[in-house]
């Protein structure tokens, strides 16, 4: 069958592309389906992990809309995850026990528990079905489980601030929390166990960042708080400390020091995950861009598990329990399409690094509740991130946005690009870091993502698919931004196309359906491996060196050595040289995404550099220099795919 072509003019008549990014050459995308991808281990997507939302199906956004709800769930194969306002609203409304100030009772709490058994019993079967099947976050909001900060809304008394050797801050917390677990989780006839249970909310962002808790008090909390649940409800993982907007390189990693590290090096085994958030800003201060997505991103999870490696012996599971974008510079005003976009864009981008990492990542949550009328700033003006919108809303009146039926906002885009995605991970590679890459196998069905990390220029996707027969039939959705709104296209093709064509963080997925069954016949095992030490000084001209000792190698496959930087803008950002067991590598100079981060305040980002697998042994030296002094090597660390086979 002759390869089509015309992808290429149908998107153009889509967008016009500048001149200069259609000049471009084209972006080289290999995929093998004939090669199982495992990474740690793991190779089967779940879509539960990575395709989750930031709600509940028995949250009350959803009376009323169970249409809705089922083509989110059924239709679209959308997963739910986390919930923190049945907690929070139960300790509000429970009374303290009189013997024991600063307390609740634990009588009362069983009471409160019946009733929400009989409330939960009379839900509908399918909603309750929806939540037994999902693996649910529960977690505690910073009021009122903070001690004696603010007093329960209902009940008007405060959780105790004591602080001994046999009652330590944070036991009154972790004592309610425990008795709530053991009274409103339970295996018949109420909800659900939790998956995982998140000690508190964001609590930095509140008590450091705009006021004068010490972080280590907040991370001794976490301790005592996770000590008492397991008393009350043991079997369930703990984690924390729940990150929003931690940036690692500040103050020349200083805040790095004083919080991440200082939490892991306070909490150590007790917790059983770390929960993170990670957003875009892809508007604050009127008009700058400061980007997890990218480059940034990497850096932040390497540095992270670098010294988890070094202090705890391995990296430790993940729970991102929010992620998506803040819109700073479109606060304070109506719904529209193209902020509901901004969001998008970045589920986009971040799940697929997320993918990358199927071995930690126990869940990620795009941060978008349902209606959200808990969070509306005026009659006017909405909660900025939401799944659903009155249908009014967007046409020009504002006097009637909050009439007419809840819709679908353009949020859903997201699970709707993505609702056919399943299957094995397969080996796919690209040779431009601005094109990311994912592929999944299920029998005879081949999933292709392709995104593009630029926000400017357009990538020309050239496709080559390995080991595998003329497809029967080929269908592509692409997710890309037409004029202000979110544009969903699908396409039936006779062929793989001869060029894929990505607007600017456009997505695209190719469902290509193969004429027979296909069962990978080789593997391609990933593993990554850090170096001795972390977080090093750059000294200009002197050599910095890691030794990555212990890498397990095969007879053939693929390197690449990691490398987390952070400077000061003006410097320079890649190494002049780079030595991998005495033998010169060359340097690249493209970042993932956003190459200079100039609205930073400054660079963080990680470096990507191929070493070819033949120079590599179990032992590994690595030297590299800059030219100037300023800044760190945040990490460094060989990631390894080993084949089973040549790949042909």
Known sequence: MPRLPRLLASVAALLIAPASALAAPPTNVEVFPNVRH???????????????AHTTPVSPDWNGEEDKLDYFAKKLRGHFGRDTGQISGTLNRAKQDPKRPGYADPKHIEALAKQDATSYRKMSKTRQRYLSGSDMIIGAQLHPFWPGDKATRHTNWKLSTTDTADEPFGTATGEFMGLYFRNFHKPKGHRPPPAWIEVVNEPLYELSSHGDVDPDQVFHFHNVVADQIRKYYPGVPVGGYTMAFDLFDHDDFGRWDKRFKSFIDITGDNMDFYSVHFYDFPGISRGKVRLRRGSNLEASFDLIDHYSTLKLGQPKPYLISEYGSQVHDWYHQPWSPYRDWLCVKAFNTM?????????LVLKALAFTPPKAEWGRNSETVPYYWRLLRRANEGDGNTANDQEGPWVFSEQIKFWELWSDVRGTKVLIHSDQPDVQTQAYLSSRNLFVALNNLSDDDTQRVRLNLKHAAPPESVSLKLLYLKGETPQLDEESLDAIPDRVVLPPNATAILHIRLPERVEPEHTASESKTFADVYLQPIQGKKAITFNIDGVELGEQGTATLRLGIGRDHGNELTPTRIKVNGKSVRVPKQFRGDDTQADRKRFFGLLEVPVPYSVLQ?????QLAFPE?????SSAALRVVTHSAPLE
């Open 629 to 633: 002094t300023n800044g760190h090597v």
């Open 38 to 52: 495992e990474v740690g281990g793991v190779s089967e997507l779940d879509r539960s992990v990575f395709f989750a």
């Open 351 to 359: 799940v697929m690094q997320f993918m990358e990492r199927p071995d």
């Open 618 to 622: 179990e032992n590994n030296k690595v």
